[in-house]
């Protein structure tokens, strides 16, 4: 079965730092990569979604993720975060061409940001 | 536009009861899928349903079971609660044609607590 890592499970960065999130994929053929954030008291809203083109994938609020095939990953990144960027970051993946007709989502565990003023 | 909805918000229940939790998909959606969040973990699928059917399931036990209407609604059921139960429950829909682009949004989720 397909399984999501993320590296982190707590961030804490300083206003004006950069951000990379990594998460990697375990599965062998063509998959979907999303990101997803929960704000404190908020839903999972989606922040970008990599289906395939350009593996550079620019999402909401200025983050975007690079889908490097050769490593499984797609990591998060922000040139400079703020503190509204506190948040819950989950990546996702579904598997395409399993001939099922549809797909589902495997999550990571999530990475928890705390950005400080 | 409206988003997911969910109901209730939250709900408490003691072990051996019966619970359903209801979803209202993104207005031209027709599938809905459910996931299960417990704390500190990203949310598991449970189901997913499409045009009424039963599209896919996840490992989880014949307690749960789910349905969808012919407005595309659905309801979650969960019987004979264990306190493992206790979690965030998700729903999220989409346009579920064609596995290659469809994406899912999600509601704000219903908090079960089972005493």
């Known amino acids: 079965a397909q399984s999501v890592s993320q590296h982190n499970h707590h961030v804490i960065l300083s206003e004006a730092a950069s951000l990379e999130l990594g998460c990697n994929y375990s599965?062998?053929?063509?998959?979907?990569l999303f990101w997803y954030v929960q704000y404190p008291g908020q839903h999972l809203q989606l922040l970008l979604k990599?289906?395939?083109?350009?593996?550079l994938v620019k999402g909401i609020k200025g983050f975007e993720a690079e889908f490097i095939k050769s490593k499984f990953s797609f990591n998060l990144r922000k040139p400079s975060v703020q503190w509204s960027d506190t948040a819950e970051y989950f990546c996702a993946v579904t598997l395409v061409g399993l001939n099922s007709g549809y797909s589902t989502l495997t999550f990571g565990k999530g990475t928890m940001l705390l950005v400080s003023p | 536009d409206a988003g997911v909805t969910q109901s209730p918000t939250h709900l408490i229940k003691t072990r051996g009861q019966q619970v359903t939790l209801r979803c209202s998909p993104i207005?031209?959606?027709?599938?809905v899928s459910w996931y299960q969040q417990v704390l500190g973990q990203g949310p598991q699928f449970i189901f997913q349903?499409?045009?009424?059917?039963?599209?896919g399931r996840g490992n989880f036990p014949d307690r749960f079971s789910a349905r969808q209407f012919p407005n595309y609604s659905s309801e979650l059921n969960v019987n004979a609660l264990l306190l493992g139960d206790s979690a965030l429950y998700l729903c999220a829909s989409s346009f579920g044609q064609g596995e290659s682009t469809d994406t899912q949004y999600f509601g704000p989720g219903t908090r079960l607590t089972v005493l």
């Open positions: 349903y499409y045009e009424k059917e039963e599209r």
């Open positions: 599965y062998g053929g063509t998959v979907n």
């Open positions: 207005s031209g959606h027709k599938s």
């Open positions: 990599y289906f395939s083109g350009d593996p």
